[in-house]
């Protein structure tokens, strides 16, 4: 599969927009500073993004196209999304540095939207019936799991948490 060369742009502007955070507070730096850092103009990163924050929505969605396409399988029974879940977990752990950036910048809002808005896609797209509020239950309780668990380092274990998910989940259907 080849890579197109924009997509090459924004993971320097996304790995830029990442290295800064790790110097400076996030409101100090600037779209000039993200440009500079990732070998880019101004227009450049324009044309890819209007906003800071468009470059971790867009680093959210690339993340997540990357984990649909390594799914091999329809979830059909508890199992089968207890290993999703692990999944999620596992790619939320390799990527807890980016993480942990945005909670030091109070941006974890960002993360939650991006959840809200997938899940809720997710739910109108596969689930006739599903209730209005659902995607949100699930959202939410992603989002809070994976920032207390990021806040503890991502110290327990994969498997035990996913298990744990699924369980609140499954039994509460």
């Given at each position: 599969?080849?890579?197109a ?38 227009a ?34 508890k ?14 752990r ?17 993360y939650?939207?991006?959840?809200n ?10 689930f006739?019936?599903?209730?209005l509020?659902?995607?949100?239950l699930?959202s ?7 920032m ?10 994969i ?6 998910i ?6 509460n259907?």
């Amino acid at each position: 599969m080849e890579i197109a060369p924009e997509e090459y742009t924004r993971h320097y502007i996304v790995q830029a927009l990442f290295r800064l955070m790790a110097e400076y507070n996030y409101e100090k730096i600037s779209v000039t500073d993200i440009a500079e850092k990732a070998g880019v103009g101004r227009a450049t990163f324009y044309r890819y993004f209007k906003r800071k924050e468009d470059i971790i929505i867009y680093y959210f969605e690339h993340h997540t196209k990357e984990f649909i396409l390594a799914q091999r399988f329809y979830p059909r029974c508890k199992d089968d999304y207890v290993k999703i879940v692990t999944n999620v977990l596992t790619m939320f752990r390799q990527n807890k540095e980016p993480l942990r950036l945005l909670r030091k910048a109070r941006l974890e809002y960002i993360y939650l939207d991006y959840l809200n808005k997938s899940f809720k896609t997710k739910f109108e797209s596969e689930f006739d019936e599903a209730s209005l509020y659902k995607p949100y239950l699930y959202s939410g309780m992603l989002f809070n799991v994976s920032m207390a668990w990021l806040d503890n380092d991502c110290a327990e274990d994969i498997n035990f948490l996913a298990e744990t998910i699924v369980n609140a989940i499954y039994f509460n259907d």
